[in-house]
């Protein structure tokens, strides 16, 4: 039977294309979990609303179940960092979009989340699967290599890092969370 509207069509084939995308979604988060955090003493230890520090841990993908992760580069966790600073994170920018620091300098950056990207956006309420897997990213790209996802509405991620390599790098979103997802962007400053 052919569907005669436009209207139709879209209908027909939105369930279909969410669940596909949703699939892909957690192979791909299950992949990265056996292949990056299979069990071990340090990984075993997080749980879903952890307050640990792990040290060395650059990437961690989390779910939408956790409250609050921290990521640690580069310091031991226990001591206070030289600065901290607060980056609201709704789509589609960072607030502020430019971070500046001194080299040497422990840098606490605590990322609010102030929505959840596409899964609060209207006409998205009973797509199947998008809570799962939206909100917003956060990768600072260059030798600091930090990535962390599951930044959502009311969810706080901490990233602790030695801004040890002077310079300007750039930082992104790297969960789509908005049609100007690509724009979601800021800059890390490193001075001398």
């Known amino acids: 039977m052919l ?33 990056f955090f299979a069990p071990t003493s340090q990984s075993a230890s997080l749980s879903e609303a952890s307050q640990e520090a792990v040290a060395g841990l650059k990437r961690w993908p989390g779910t939408w179940k956790e409250a609050t992760i921290k990521v640690v580069r580069g310091v031991l966790p226990g001591g206070e960092p030289d600065v901290t600073i607060d980056v609201d994170v ?24 102030k929505d959840s990207g596409i899964a609060d956006m209207p006409g998205v309420d009973e797509a199947i699967g998008l809570k799962e897997f939206s909100g917003h990213g956060f990768q600072v790209l260059g030798p600091y290599d930090i990535w962390i996802t599951g930044i959502r509405k009311d ?26 997802h690509y724009a979601m962007r800021g800059k890390l400053i490193v001075e001398e």
């Not at 209207?7 to 192979?27: S, Y």
């Not at 991620?157 to 969960?175: L, P, S, Y």
């Open 3 to 35: 569907l005669a509207r436009e209207e139709d069509i879209v209908r027909a084939w939105i369930v279909p294309l969410v669940l596909a995308v949703a699939v892909a979604g957690a192979v791909g988060t299950y992949t990265v979990r056996l292949m």
């Open 90 to 113: 709704l789509r589609p920018v960072f607030v502020p979009s430019e971070i500046r620091v001194k080299k040497g300098q422990v840098v606490r950056l605590l990322l609010h989340g």
């Open 155 to 180: 969810v706080t991620r901490e990233v602790t890092f030695k801004a040890d390599v002077a310079g300007e790098f750039a930082f992104e979103c790297v969960v789509f969370c908005h049609p100007a």
